[in-house]
């Protein structure tokens, strides 16, 4: 099979399309031919040296998301026939023209959701359902701040957040991810400016209340920012760490509006919880991507001979929205 290759640690000329033997599915198991898949960050991490794949995934093959057509099953796998449409996550080895992964670790894919979108929703769809239901217990008529709401996660979580029934804000370093966002649901946005702007524009969107989520995607000083613009018992849930690994918080405001702090991660979750959340995107969130009242913004689209150009597109941050592959 053709399957994208890290060939060693570096920029992403290191990134070579090779051919590698097609995986065996083991017990419980199913083979996928994929059609569709995106580039996330970890992708990038991993490639950089700085995300090592977590054990038991293909270690020099990127990818963590799918979309394809099921074409083996291992022993005792029976609850897909051949031919099924589905999609997934995995700890890595999506970015190849198959893949093995466990029965339950799947959603059905619905015809009326394409290889291309279905293989560019799952990351961002589970992680912001996740974030915003299971970690947030986000409520109807609650409000929501969203850092990097220009990004595929960030624009897949305000219409989530929307479709939930609430009122979503964010925040992005340019105007055009801005309104990008607005034409998704977002009612308001705000670029970075001196201390305290992100308090500053939460108190104006909220009558002085804060926010009672925040969908942290980017850490560093955004943590401290989040932290003063949250409501009595908000909860911040810190998904990426894109604006560094630090941060200094006032701790009195955790205390006097008790408000609560947690951190995610999906790639290394056992089995069980990654089966837990799948079985939850695709019940909740894929009868939304079905109808269309979520929709993938995919702002570029490379075959998988072309992943270096992909690479260097997510890196330069300019994008909006998720970047495809296609096999
Ligand atoms: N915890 C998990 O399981 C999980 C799963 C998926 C993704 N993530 C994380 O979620 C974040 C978003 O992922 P994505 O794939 O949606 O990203 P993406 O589409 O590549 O967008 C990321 C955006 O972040 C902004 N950004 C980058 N560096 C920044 C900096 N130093 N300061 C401020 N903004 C910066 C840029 O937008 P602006 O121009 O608006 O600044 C950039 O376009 C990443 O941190 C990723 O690692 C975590």
Redesign the pocket.
Known sequence: MRSAIITAHGGPSVLKVESRPIPIPSANEILVRVHGSA????D??QRQGRYPPPAGAPSDIPGIEFAGEIVGLGAGAAQWTVGARVCGLVSGGAHAEYLVTHERAVAALPNAVSWETGGAAV??C??AH??LVAQASLRPGDTVLI??????????AVQIARQLGARVFG????ET??AAAMSFGLEAGVQ?ASAGWVADAVKGWTDGRGVDVVLD????D?VRESIMALAPRGRLV???????LESTIDLRHMLSRRLTMR?????SRPLEERIGVTQAFAREVMPWLSSGAVRIPI?ASFPLERIGEAHAL?E????????ALTF
């Open positions: 580039l996330n960050r970890a990038v991490m990351e961002a589970i992680t996740d974030a850092h990097a709401v220009g990004s595929g996660v960030g624009l897949t925040t992005a370093r340019g991810k801005i970075p995607l980017l850490g560093g955004y810190l998904i990426g760490t894109l604006a560094g951190g995610t991660v999906l790639r702002d997510m330069s941050n300019t994008t909006v929205g998720k970047i």
